[in-house]
């Protein structure tokens, strides 16, 4: 693993350099910042950056994304420029929260992160953030439970997801990305939870296609979950951010 961070960081180097950016944050996302990978779980590498000032000074747009596959795909990068990353804070859009609270961090400029996590929670839409984990646990039941065995990685995504909709019922603060740290933020039934390690455990030992099958108990703790997201979902409350709030934070970002 240490050769690989060493080549993230080597290929993180060469992008600002080629694309000419200062990146703000680099980190994992994924199975692995989530803590449940796979002995053979790639690298998915998420990035915010930023451009020169001159670059945002004109009419028109410009690409605001960066995208790379690496080392025979075992590395994925990607990023969002900053201004596209903070018009999807506003928007209170899960991937991007999900990775300015990655654990698994390559790259940071400190004072920004600690302040984007700030602003986040100010803009945190929990009906937005249910409609996407929502539809990825329906979604995921729906593929996992028509079949006899299934991919546990896809059972991890499904269940993560249903869990995250438990969360945003229950609690005000943004789902946190660690599975582990949402399992232990909630009351859920200790055998269940138990479970779920013994079958985090079990992935760490298997390969990403590796085919799973049974777990009727948690199948069932799924679909409760996904009941009670659907039965909240419409009386949740949408964020109140202060749009001019993100300007500043942008100005002063840019300008920096």
Same mark, same amino acid.
């Given at each position: $693993?240490v050769?690989?961070?060493?080549?993230?960081?080597?290929?993180?180097?060469?992008?600002?350099?080629?694309?000419?950016?200062?990146?703000?944050?680099?980190?994992?996302?994924?199975?692995?910042?989530? #803590?449940?990978?796979?002995?053979?779980?790639?690298?998915?590498?998420?990035?915010?950056y930023?451009?020169?000032l001159?670059?945002?000074?004109?009419?028109?747009?410009?690409?605001?994304?960066?995208?790379? $596959?690496?080392?025979?795909?075992?590395?994925?990068?990607?990023?969002?420029?900053?201004?596209?990353?903070?018009?999807?804070? +506003?928007?209170?859009?899960?991937?991007?929260?999900?990775?300015? +609270?990655?654990?698994?961090?390559?790259?940071?400029?400190?004072?920004?992160?600690?302040?984007?996590?700030?602003?986040?929670? +100010?803009?945190?839409?929990?009906?937005?953030?249910?409609?996407?984990?929502?539809?990825?646990?329906?979604? #995921?039941?729906?593929?996992?439970?028509?079949?006899?065995?299934?991919?546990?990685?896809?059972?991890?995504?499904?269940?993560?997801?249903?869990?995250?909709?438990?969360?945003?019922?229950?609690r005000?603060?943004?789902?946190?990305?660690?599975?582990?740290? $949402?399992?232990?933020?909630?009351?859920? +039934?200790?055998? *269940?939870?138990?479970?779920?390690?013994?079958?985090?455990?079990?992935?760490?030992?298997?390969?990403?296609?590796?085919?799973?099958? #049974?777990?009727?108990?948690? $199948?069932?703790? *799924?679909?409760?979950?996904?009941?009670?997201?659907?039965?909240?979902?419409?009386?949740l409350?949408?964020?109140?951010?202060?749009?001019?709030?993100?300007?500043?934070?942008?100005?002063?970002?840019? *300008?920096?």
């Amino acid at each position: $693993m240490v050769k690989v961070v060493d080549s993230i960081i080597t290929y993180l180097k060469e992008i600002e350099a080629s694309e000419d950016i200062e990146i703000l944050l680099a980190c994992e996302t994924g199975s692995r910042a989530w #803590g449940f990978p796979s002995p053979d779980s790639d690298y998915d590498v998420r990035l915010i950056y930023k451009h020169e000032l001159n670059w945002y000074l004109r009419l028109s747009e410009r690409k605001d994304t960066i995208e790379r $596959m690496l080392d025979d795909r075992e590395i994925d990068i990607s990023g969002w420029d900053l201004r596209k990353s903070l018009r999807l804070l +506003q928007k209170s859009n899960p991937p991007l929260l999900e990775r300015i +609270q990655s654990p698994i961090v390559y790259r940071a400029n400190e004072p920004f992160v600690s302040e984007l996590n700030v602003i986040a929670s +100010q803009f945190y839409s929990r009906i937005a953030n249910m409609h996407h984990y929502l539809s990825m646990a329906k979604k #995921g039941i729906d593929e996992i439970s028509g079949t006899e065995k299934y991919r546990l990685k896809k059972f991890f995504y499904t269940i993560r997801a249903a869990v995250a909709c438990k969360w945003i019922v229950e609690r005000n603060d943004i789902p946190p990305i660690v599975f582990q740290e $949402m399992l232990n933020g909630l009351e859920i +039934q200790p055998d *269940i939870v138990q479970r779920i390690d013994e079958l985090v455990s079990l992935k760490a030992t298997k390969n990403e296609s590796y085919l799973h099958s #049974g777990e009727n108990d948690l $199948m069932k703790f *799924i679909s409760r979950c996904i009941e009670l997201g659907e039965t909240n979902s419409k009386s949740l409350p949408s964020a109140k951010g202060d749009l001019e709030v993100l300007n500043t934070f942008f100005m002063s970002a840019v *300008i920096e």
